[in-house]
Nanobody, 130 residues
Framework: QEILVESGGGLVQAGGSLRLSCAPS????????MGWFRQAPEKEREFVAV?????????????DYADSVKGRFTISRDSARGTVDLQMNNLKPEDTATYYC??????????????????WGQGTQVAVSK
């Protein structure tokens, strides 16, 4: 049984859109933060987006984005479906990568850091043609 399951990847033309979803369960559920990272071949994992809560909030109330996707990608939580989604608009060829959902089950002061996350999904492929 998968703890984090990503879906929604695919092949699109530049300028197109995709919506990725992450379904957490078990230990990955009700976390401090849910993040999206991506990794291209021969590259390190890089931060994409995160939705998180601070120590004074009862639920997720903050978001952060990599500069490369700011204004194009939106991270959100869908309470009805129980998922964390990443809406990706105006996709570019440089967005091509495997996208991973990650869950942080404890507080961290920098959710851009891969070390903040205890659980990772299997990844979903996104390819953007020119």
């Amino acid at each position: 049984q998968e703890i984090l399951v990503e879906s929604g990847g695919g092949l699109v033309q530049a300028g197109g859109s995709l919506r990725l979803s992450c379904a957490p369960s078990g230990r990955a559920f009700s976390t401090y933060a849910m993040g999206w990272f991506r990794q291209a071949p021969e590259k390190e994992r890089e931060f994409v987006a995160v939705i998180f809560r601070n120590t004074l909030s009862a639920w997720f109330s903050n978001t952060d984005y990599a500069d490369s996707v700011k204004g194009r990608f939106t991270i959100s939580r869908d309470s009805a479906r129980g998922t964390v989604d990443l809406q990706m608009n105006n996709l570019k060829p440089e967005d091509t990568a495997t996208y991973y959902c990650a869950s942080a089950v404890t507080y961290h002061n920098n959710y851009r850091n891969v070390a903040a996350y205890a659980f990772w999904g299997q990844g979903t492929q996104v390819a953007v043609s020119k």
